[in-house]
């Protein structure tokens, strides 16, 4: 039995031929050892259990003239694999991806609407070890699990108000190490789509400035300046739900009065049609009832569009972003509801500053939060299984 010091030595020095390997590919084992500086016999030993544990391939061995020519070691991204989830009231979408964030497995999963925590991290872990074995990964594989979740504001909800998920998400990733034996990594639903679109590189790289505006279960937004998150004092930046919308909106669970939350979020829509239309029971039913013509709901999604879009304009005169992208509940992909949003926006907004602006409503990546959730999990994922004996 090594001791926890040599163990920790062992571990460092495997993580640090571990990305040696991977900034060099075909690397021999000479040159490992040149470039970090460490003992040949050692690298040859880590190596040699790092390919045990599938980390490390080797590319095969030639006889040359001179003996043993040195073989080429690549890093193997499929050693292991990260799940991201993106967790809505009413859905879970799920990615599982390899080490180097190529995604394997993307789908959506209804859920319902009532899911205490147990619930919910039985569904999740149902999900993940589905999408797993129907992709031949064994669970042995899976390293760490990010989820994306409505970031909190800074009071607790009421569990009483229609616009919250009650559930406890830290218990939830608690449930979820205990039964998969992983680590959890919980962040924003936001935070988890601007990761991904920016490995995507989805976003214009002369786009300095880009708000992305989230609706869903809780309206939120986030700023991304340069490629980084501005977050604000104690990560709080983004609140954009709970700007007032003067004549409009109700009580909010934030203690004001009038908050686009209270009127743009999914469940205040639905709650809003459902209290004279009784048919109403989800989101889906509202767009259904509001296209066949129905009054409450053409009116109610088109408060919501207003109440939104009076947000983003806000926004766009506060900060003159290069671009905004609108997204996260299907209600923005409504073709009634773009039309409002574009409009209002166009009326509210500077047009001085609208000028330079690109609106994007709607995504067409409707899985980017669970793979910056699956990203989020790579990042932090430590490669090598634990207690190393290596
Ligand atoms: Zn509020």
Redo the contacts with the bound molecule.
């Keep these: 039995m090594p001791s926890p010091s040599f163990a920790d030595m062992r571990r460092r020095n495997a993580l640090k031929i571990v990305a040696t390997v991977r900034g060099t590919p075909q690397v021999s084992r000479a040159d490992v050892a040149r470039l970090t500086n460490l003992a040949r016999a050692t690298v040859s030993s880590i190596v040699d259990d790092l390919i045990g544990i599938g980390l490390l391939m080797e590319s095969g061995s030639k006889q040359s003239a001179k003996g043993r020519r040195p073989i080429g070691l690549t890093f193997n991204p499929e050693a292991s694999f990260c799940a991201g989830i993106s967790v809505e009231y009413n859905r879970l979408d799920l990615v599982i991806c390899d080490l180097d964030g190529v995604s394997h497995i993307e789908r959506r999963i209804c859920i319902p609407t009532v899911l205490d925590a147990g619930a919910l991290s039985d569904t999740i872990g149902d999900a993940i070890t589905t999408a797993l074995s129907e992709a031949n990964i064994a669970q042995l594989r899976l390293g760490s699990i990010g989820l994306a979740i409505p970031p909190r504001?800074g009071s607790e909800r009421p569990t009483a108000d229609p616009s919250f998920i009650p559930i406890d998400f830290m218990e939830v990733a608690n449930r979820l190490q205990a039964s998969l034996s992983c680590e959890i990594v919980l962040d924003s639903h936001l935070n988890m789509f601007a990761i991904a679109q920016t490995h995507r590189k989805c976003l214009p790289d002369e786009a300095e400035t880009i708000l992305i505006v989230r609706a869903g279960s809780s309206v939120h937004s986030a700023l991304l300046l340069k490629g980084k998150l501005f977050e604000g004092r104690e990560r709080r930046a983004g609140q954009i739900?709970?700007i007032?919308v003067p004549g409009l909106g109700g009580q909010?669970?934030?203690?004001?009065n009038g908050?686009i939350?209270?009127i743009a979020s999914d469940l205040a829509i639905v709650a809003s049609c459902a209290a004279s239309q009784q048919d109403v029971r989800s989101l889906d039913d509202v767009m259904h009832y509001a296209s066949s013509g129905d009054q409450t709901c053409e009116a109610t999604l088109k408060k919501a569009a207003y109440g939104l879009a009076f947000g983003v304009a806000t926004a766009i005169n506060l900060l003159a972003p290069d671009m905004v992208i609108v997204a996260g509940s299907s209600f923005v992909d409504h073709h009634q509801t773009r039309a409002e949003l574009t409009n209002v926006i166009e009326s509210l907004a500077l047009p001085e500053i609208l000028q330079g602006c690109q609106i994007v409503i709607g995504t067409s990546d409707p899985q980017a939060e669970a793979l910056g959730a699956a990203l989020n999990a790579v990042a932090i994922h430590d490669l090598l299984p634990g207690p190393l004996s290596l």
Excluded: A, L, N
């Excluded at 909010?252 to 004001?256: K, N, P, T, V």
């Design positions: 504001v739900g709970h007032k909010c669970y934030c203690g004001g908050c939350e209270t």
